[in-house]
């Protein structure tokens, strides 16, 4: 029986009218809302027998849970990298939940369409030449793991045997050499059978999370012809570093490897002028990672990877069923990533491009970077804080002042920064020193929260010091 629904879905208007009435006191209270939360201990409600309807699933939601959820959409919401949504994406994200379409194939809707000239627009965006192809995932993590993946094939084929169909128990050990790779990096080769001791670490140069070239040039020297795969990054978490890309896509002239970057969100350095000498070289990637609910501002989950090798993408992910359909010519999605069935992701970035330009994503970034800087300036002004390394883009790497700095003591600031709910900041070790990082990615964060921030800051010293 679906006499529940039909009921609702003969009230929908109400229903979608109500989520607007919440969407706005959200956004309203947005500004004073908590940054994060340690959120409460609650009971866990059973399945109901009988359901309540949308409404009252609603006015339980807000009851239960609505007070707790974090302003992380909010402008002071500086952990991990926290993207916001722009208007455009959130209406774009609220459609995809309407038209719910299953983005498998190009040949039953022209949502699949939509997704092709979105990657299109964002390989404009990021200056990529014709020849990349790209598709949306779920995160920075799987665009890695589908970026891996694809390198893993390749490696396959170096040595003669095709590892989508023979697996990996004839190959030697596959080396991926990184300078800085982030964890997700390790998570991807767990999962692709490839193994986290895979990774090679290069160092870096003095007091930078950029590998130094000439290190990785010795390691390539001493492979002696046999291939790998090099994992740059465009961006660290850290401290925003970026290894010289334009250096590493010359040692290919000499060396055999698979160039993967990581550009996360260091990717959206192309944006302005300002900065795009940063990726200077990522247009001669093999496979690249970029997120979407980063910098691009729409709201989770969405990344896209990219690559100049469809072909070797299509060996791995195809998912051969007749009734599928697979022109090895023009590929579907469902035979690129993977998902077999997919959200319409693309919508999202599609309507917040169409929406904000090349002028509006050049907006954000230089102005999110201006905001790190003033914080910069504060730190540095500061007797309290020191900064841990200097700030290259968008997140400042900080520390307090005190002798003998330890992770216990940043826990603690932390938490006290998180009960007082006007900032929200993630902790780090950089180079052995425990440390707080403070990304801004978010189009909201303006100078008025950078006060804000800063009074937040002094004020959990001083609650330091009383305890
Ligand atoms: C955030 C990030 C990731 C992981 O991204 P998710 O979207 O959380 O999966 C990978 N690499 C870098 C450099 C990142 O900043």
Redesign the pocket.
């Known amino acids: 029986m679906v006499k529940k629904m039909n009921e609702d879905f003969n009230v929908i208007q109400m229903i979608l009218e109500q989520i607007i009435k919440e969407s706005i006191h959200f956004f309203e209270g947005l500004e004073s809302r908590a940054a994060a939360f340690q959120p409460p201990t609650l009971q866990r409600d059973k399945l109901p027998v009988e359901g309540i309807g949308a409404m009252n699933a609603l006015e339980n939601f807000k009851e239960k849970y609505a007070a707790f959820l974090s302003g992380s959409a909010g402008s002071r919401y500086l952990g991990?990298?926290t993207g916001g949504a722009t208007p455009a994406a959130i209406a774009g994200d609220w459609l995809v939940s309407v038209y719910d379409q299953n983005v498998a194939s190009t040949d039953d809707s022209v949502a699949g369409k939509v997704e092709l000239e979105t990657i299109d627009m964002l390989k404009e965006l990021f200056q990529l030449p014709k020849n990349y192809s790209g598709s949306f995932v779920?995160?920075?993590?799987?665009a890695?793991f589908v970026g891996l993946a694809i390198a893993r094939q390749w490696f396959g084929h170096q040595h003669g045997i095709n590892v989508s169909q023979q697996g990996l128990f004839l190959l030697p050990k596959m080396k991926v050499v990184s300078g800085c790779a982030?964890s997700?990096i390790y998570k991807a080769l767990s999962m692709l059978g490839m193994g986290r001791e895979s990774v090679q670490s290069i160092p870096c140069l003095p007091d930078r999370e950029a590998i130094d070239i000439s290190r990785l040039r010795e390691f390539l020297r001493e492979l002696k012809g046999e291939p790998c795969i090099v994992v740059a990054?465009a961006?660290?978490?850290n401290t925003v570093d970026f290894d010289n890309l334009r250096e590493i896509v010359k040692l290919k002239d000499e060396y055999t490897f698979w160039l993967h970057v990581?550009a996360?969100?260091?990717g959206f350095a192309a944006c302005s002028p300002k900065y795009h000498e940063l990726v200077d070289g990522l247009d001669q990637a093999d496979s690249i990672?970029i997120?979407a609910?980063?910098w691009l501002n729409v709201p989770y989950?969405s990344?896209m990877q990219f690559t100049r090798h469809k072909d070797i993408q299509v060996e791995v992910f195809q998912n051969n069923a007749a009734y599928l359909g697979n022109s090895i010519d023009n590929p579907e999605f469902v035979h690129l990533t993977p998902e077999n069935s997919r959200r319409f992701r693309a919508l999202p970035a599609w309507f917040t491009l169409n929406a904000y330009g090349k002028v509006g994503y050049r907006e954000i970034v230089e102005r999110n970077v201006e905001m790190a800087q003033l914080l910069t300036k504060r730190v540095a002004e500061s007797t309290f804080f020191r900064l841990a390394a200097p700030t290259r883009l968008n997140v400042v790497c900080f520390t307090l002042a005190t002798e003998g700095i330890t992770m216990d003591v940043i826990h603690k600031y932390l938490d006290l920064l998180k009960q007082d709910g006007r900032v929200f900041m993630t902790p780090t070790l950089y180079k052995g020193t425990p440390a707080i990082r403070a990304a801004f990615s978010n189009w909201r964060t303006d100078e008025d929260d950078v006060e804000i921030i800063w009074d937040a800051l002094s004020e959990a010293i001083k609650d330091m010091d009383r305890k």
Request: aromatic letters at 8%; glycine letters at 12%.
């Open positions: 991990f990298v779920s995160g920075a993590t799987m890695n982030h997700s990054n961006g660290t978490v990581d996360a969100f260091g990672t997120d609910h980063k989950d990344a």
